[in-house]
């Protein structure tokens, strides 16, 4: 558990859409900059080029020794040699996909206690949130903010980062909820200078731990 909670500290959630450099380059340099997990994500985009995006992913995050995770697709996450799979309510059911793929690390997305109820019995990290408004998702649930977050992360017994508008501005309130981490999507992804972004995140989280 250890061991998952320090890969959890910098989790990027990837959308290559948002992207102002190619993906390799792209991923080259949050990497270095601190990201120790990667979920690919790409909700819109079509299989074929989402299992191109996979197997890139797949390649860089092994060079750097982070976990890469697909979300809501666990058969893509096999097939890849993804780490894990992470999932919300209204995705694949977290019990099928345990007894189907017993190896496979499952990451479940909470927003209040019936969704931590079903973490805690089938998943083995969290994402809580939203923390507040954010560019990638706009059919978000119910916003958290600092306090909702650290409410439920108390309910948990499995790591869990945060998630939800996180950036620069916001990353040391949110961290202070007593998350493993945070899970940042458009910040890093719009960002001209990922390597810079992804360690002054990273330094934030640090000086916390």
Not at 43 to 72: H, M, P, V, W
């Amino acid at each position: 558990m250890r061991l998952l909670s320090d890969k959890l500290k910098l989790y990027l959630v990837l959308e290559t859409k948002y992207l102002l450099m190619p993906l390799n380059d792209f991923l080259d340099e949050v990497l270095k900059g601190g990201v120790s997990t990667v979920q690919l994500r790409n909700k819109s985009q079509n299989i074929d080029d989402k299992l191109q995006c996979a197997y890139i992913t797949r390649e860089i995050t092994d060079k750097y020794g982070a976990l890469f995770i697909i979300n809501d697709n666990a058969e893509l996450a096999e097939k890849v040699s993804a780490d894990g799979v992470h999932i919300g309510v209204t995705d694949e059911n977290p019990e099928i996909i345990r007894q189907k793929y017993s190896n496979m690390i499952i990451g479940y997305s909470c927003n209040n206690k019936d969704d931590v109820l079903t973490a805690n019995q089938y998943a083995d990290y969290a994402g809580i949130g939203p923390y507040t408004e954010t560019n990638t998702k706009k059919d978000h649930r119910q916003i958290l903010g600092r306090q909702g977050i650290s409410n439920i992360n108390s309910m948990l017994n499995i790591p869990a980062v945060a998630i939800g508008g996180i950036n620069l501005d916001n990353a040391e309130d949110v961290f202070s909820s007593g998350v493993a981490g945070l899970a940042v999507s458009s910040f890093l992804c719009m960002s001209k200078k990922p390597y810079d972004d992804a360690k002054k995140l990273l330094e934030i989280i640090n000086e916390r731990v």
